[in-house]
């Protein structure tokens, strides 16, 4: 289980570099392409634009410092590992986008003030922009498949991310079409509508990442696969106050399990731990803590006012001791019903079973639990052992071992 994820973890960094490394590459190219084409041929739009590209650019780099921090194994001072490094780079990206969005914005609204300064717009403007869109779209599409093949929320934010780009290089090449037939004022309306979209995605990026900081629980659809994962382990009758927590592109679950009131605690345990073994097989799961319950505590509530341990056994062996027994165990069941207690003497020898049963009758077995505050109380011999299986067992020779009872 750790094995497998360790290599989806290995593999999500791994497409997260390459990914990213590309972007880079080809917003750093067209970046400058833009800046540099969109002074020369006067379109404020495809400068713009340009900037846009610049913020894609800032926004790899982020991507890939947190790509990096977010795959280090859980510390001292963050036990359950650094995943939420991604949702923070995703804030900040958000916070960037927004920022420089609304720069754009204030940039176009500035020049449709004074349209008598827009000059014509050349028609190299237009062939960058074009060249520009194609490059986008393709970005966009080969991001996305290899962000959905490793399941990355912050890969996947970032291709359609690229998206945005693609589109806002299509209101650039529209408004510089525009310009260049002659109506000068669509090229600045273009570097508004593109402000306006880069900052309402960064909105939205921003809003999603604050939600995850937020402890946002998983959707109603796998939360209802995580309790059927759990619900279809042995021994556990019910499931409630199943809690969900983001952490990155996965998520921490806390559940309570009901099983069986009468069986020991280490059948318990097991059963709590097949249940979380079960819960991991989800890739969306990070890690799981598992509560056992031998009722469902949000329904009854067992009384908290009964003895202890100790008071209940200091009162058995003194009511044993007059009959010159002794307890060899003592079983409590604490439920909302009340207390019930199970109390096993040792085997007897068969040449006192006359004198055990005489012994049994005068315990005061009502009196006993009147004292205890018990709901039921019971005493049982234990089995006396089989001579033959005693022999077995204490022959070296044999690897079996025998519980007697």
Do not use: C
């Amino acid at each position: 289980m750790l094995s497998t994820l360790a290599a989806q973890s290995a593999e999500k960094h791994h497409v997260a570099r390459k990914s990213t490394f590309v972007s880079i590459v080809l917003n750093t190219v067209l970046m400058m392409l833009q800046i540099v084409i969109g002074v020369i041929a006067h379109s404020q739009a495809l400068v713009a634009d340009g900037v846009h590209s610049l913020a894609d650019l800032v926004s790899d780099i982020v991507v890939l410092i947190a790509n990096r921090h977010s795959g280090v194994e859980p510390d001292a001072d963050h036990n359950y590992g650094h995943s939420r490094y991604e949702t923070v780079a995703s804030l900040f990206l958000g916070a960037l986008l927004i920022a420089v969005g609304v720069g754009m914005l204030w940039r176009a609204g500035t020049r449709l003030a004074d349209l008598q300064d827009i000059p014509a717009v050349h028609l190299s403007a237009l062939v960058v922009a074009l060249l520009v869109l194609v490059s986008k779209e393709g970005l966009f599409r080969y991001m996305l498949r290899e962000a959905q093949r490793v399941r990355s929320a912050m890969l996947i934010a970032n291709a359609w991310h690229a998206r945005s780009d693609a589109a806002s290089s299509l209101v650039v090449a529209l408004g510089i079409l525009g310009s260049v037939a002659g109506v000068r004022l669509l090229d600045p309306i273009a570097a508004a509508i593109v402000g306006f979209m880069v900052a309402r995605m960064g909105w939205t990026f921003g809003w999603d990442a604050l939600q995850d900081l937020s402890d946002r629980a998983l959707d109603d659809v796998a939360a209802a696969d995580v309790r059927k994962l759990l619900m279809s382990t042995p021994g556990v009758r019910d499931v409630h106050e199943l809690r969900t927590r983001k952490m990155g592109d996965l998520a921490l679950v806390d559940a309570h399990i009901l099983v069986d009131p009468l069986i020991s605690v280490s059948e318990g345990h097991y059963i709590a731990e097949s249940a979380r073994s079960r819960v991991l097989t989800d890739n969306r799961v990070l890690d799981a803590l598992i509560h056992v319950d031998p009722e469902n505590d949000t329904l009854a509530r067992p009384p908290v006012d009964l003895p202890p341990r100790e008071q209940i056994v200091a009162e058995i062996d003194t009511a044993l001791a007059e009959q010159g027994e002794h307890a060899a165990a003592v079983n409590l069941h604490y439920l909302s019903t009340g207390l019930d207690v199970d109390v096993t003497l040792p085997a007897s020898a068969s040449g006192a079973r006359e004198s055990d049963a005489q012994r049994l009758a005068h315990l005061d077995l009502a009196g006993l639990k009147r004292r205890l505050g018990a709901r039921h109380l019971s005493v049982l011999r234990a089995m006396e052992p089989d001579a033959r299986v005693e022999e077995q067992a204490a022959e070296p020779a044999t690897p079996e071992r025998h519980d007697l009872v």
